[in-house]
């Protein structure tokens, strides 16, 4: 978060996170609102989920919000881990499986994936 101090008030900008959609950049939530290790759920301009996350190194990653093996839209609620060679991933609050947040890869079952948005601070 950001304080600007004018002559007459203090005004606090927060820094807006971004997804890369077919259209463009999309703000989808203020950077504030993520705490390290949870998810956020945004709905994107397409009607699709996306599910974002920061670590506790403060990096950001977004995936889609809709876990491939039971159709629910839960990853948002999974939990971050890092394996021991220091891929972070989100393993389904449901089933337990883990899905890579850089590549999308499920790390439990190397046939299945989920999409990765390009996210950045706006």
């Not at 995936?63 to 890092?82: E, K, Q, W």
């Not at 393993?91 to 499920?106: H, I, M, N, V, Y």
Request: proline share 7%.
């Amino acid at each position: 978060m950001t304080t600007v101090t004018a002559p007459m008030a203090t005004v606090t900008a927060t820094a807006r996170v971004e997804l890369q959609t077919p259209g463009g950049w999309v703000a989808v939530c203020d950077h504030d609102r993520l705490i390290p290790g949870r998810g956020v759920a945004v709905l994107l301009p397409d009607g699709s989920q996306a599910a974002v996350f920061t670590d506790h190194r403060g990096a950001l990653y977004a995936v889609a919000n809709r876990d491939p093996f039971t159709g629910a839209y839960v990853l948002s609620r999974g939990l971050l881990g890092s394996t021991p060679e220091g891929r972070v991933y989100v393993a389904s609050p449901l089933l337990k499986q883990r899905f890579d947040l850089s590549t999308g890869e499920c790390l439990d079952d190397a046939a299945v994936s989920i999409a990765v948005h390009p996210v950045r601070l706006g």
